[in-house]
């Protein structure tokens, strides 16, 4: 019984960790209107964390980047 009860939450841990590493998520809705205005034709739907938190940085950072410059930054994001 007592093997039954770790390998049921041993498994259920891991199921949990990966759900959590792959989760999606989305941008804020100043970021998505930005970004998609300056790539119309780009998807923002079903980002990763990782994405989502590139993206709203780059956004929202502070930072003058050129047009050019912030649409190379935002296609690197999103290939990652």
Do not use: Y
């Amino acid at each position: 019984m007592k093997r039954i009860l770790i390998a049921t939450v041993l498994s259920l841990a891991a199921a949990g960790s990966v759900s959590a590493m792959t989760s999606t998520t989305t941008l804020s809705n100043a970021a998505a209107v930005q970004a998609n205005h300056i790539l119309p034709s780009a998807s923002f739907d079903n980002l990763t964390a990782d994405q989502a938190a590139r993206i709203e940085g780059l956004l929202t950072g502070g930072k003058d980047f050129l047009d050019s410059e912030l649409r190379q930054r935002l296609n690197t994001a999103l290939a990652s």
